[in-house]
Structure formats: C-alpha cells, structure tokens
C-alpha cells in the first residue's frame, strides 16, 4: 500500500506570519499509516522542508509522538526533504491524504496544484481524505473516487483510519497512536 501525504501550510491568523502546518495533524496521520506498513510519500507545494510547528509553538513538545518523532531520524530527513507536488505522479500511489487549504479539485486554471492532484486521484479512482473539508468539487464532485473529509479537532487522525479502511486496511486493534 503506497500513500501519498500532501502537506499544504495554512494561513498563520496572524498577521505577518509566515503559512505553517501542526506537527500533530501531521505526526498521528504519518505514523498511522508507517503502522499499518505503508510506504508514506511526503509532497508540499515547492517540496524541501514544509512550516511546521506543534500546536505548542515549539518543535520540543514532550507528547509520545513528539518524541517518536523527535527519535526518529527517516521520518525527519523524510519531512525535510519532501518531494515537490509536480514531480509526483498519481499512478504511483494507491490513496492520498491531504493536510492543509485547497481550493478547487477541478481548476480550470493551474495555479492550484494539491487541487489538480487530488482531482487527477479521484478520477483514477483513488480513496482521498482532505483535513480540512475546504474543497470545490464542482463540476465534477468526487469523480470516480472516495473523498473523505472532516474539520474537527481529531478530523487528521479519523479520516487516516477511514483512508486505511478504503484502501483495505483492518487493524488489529484500536489503540490510539
């Protein structure tokens, strides 16, 4: 099972700030699926090392994933060294999870890469889960594939194991990351 994580900064409200991710919607997601034994492809928009920052502020919090993390030593070198969207071909992956703000799925323009992958996903068919739910689908909704969405506080972590489910995935157990 090969899963394509797109990582897409949000908006800091903040002004002045620079987009950022939280390293807990990332981390609970990426460790779900390396779990589950999934070979976890990391993409951003201009690849390289995507903003992140815990929820905290600080790239040191002492939560278990924190320092699962923190331990180890491929999933940074992974997260800093993400491939860029463009170079990352939809065949090669059975899903994708998205973190970060889209836009439109259909873009009759191409200015909105994650937009065009996820779409390009749908149409082969794929399972796709989005956190958060803040995509156009019109024209053509979903396509072919499976959209999973969410918006909630634990929407990363929940629409993961959805994801695993509709790629075939059934764990042993449920345990919390």
Not at 72 to 91: F, M
Request: glycine content about 10%.
């Amino acid at each position: 099972m090969r899963i394509l994580m797109i990582l897409i900064s949000d908006p800091d409200r903040q002004a002045g700030r620079p987009p950022v991710l939280q390293f807990e919607r990332f981390l609970e997601p990426y460790y779900l699926f390396l779990d589950a034994g999934a070979d976890v492809v990391l993409a951003s928009l201009l690849g390289g090392d995507p903003a992140m920052r815990t929820a905290s502020g600080k790239r040191t919090d002492s939560t278990p994933i924190m320092r699962r993390f923190q331990l180890d030593q491929s999933a940074r070198d992974a997260l800093i060294d993400t491939l860029e969207l463009g170079q990352v071909d939809p065949d090669d992956f059975d899903g994708a999870f998205c973190l970060g703000v889209f836009g439109s799925v259909w873009p009759p323009r191409v200015d909105n890469p994650a937009g065009d992958m996820i779409g390009k996903l749908l149409v082969a068919g794929k399972p796709v889960a989005a956190v958060p739910s803040q995509l156009d689908l019109e024209p053509i909704g979903a396509g072919a594939g499976l959209l999973i969405t969410g918006d909630r506080a634990q929407a990363p972590i929940l629409a993961a194991k959805a994801l695993l489910g509709a790629l075939g995935y059934s764990p042993q157990t449920d345990e919390p990351v």
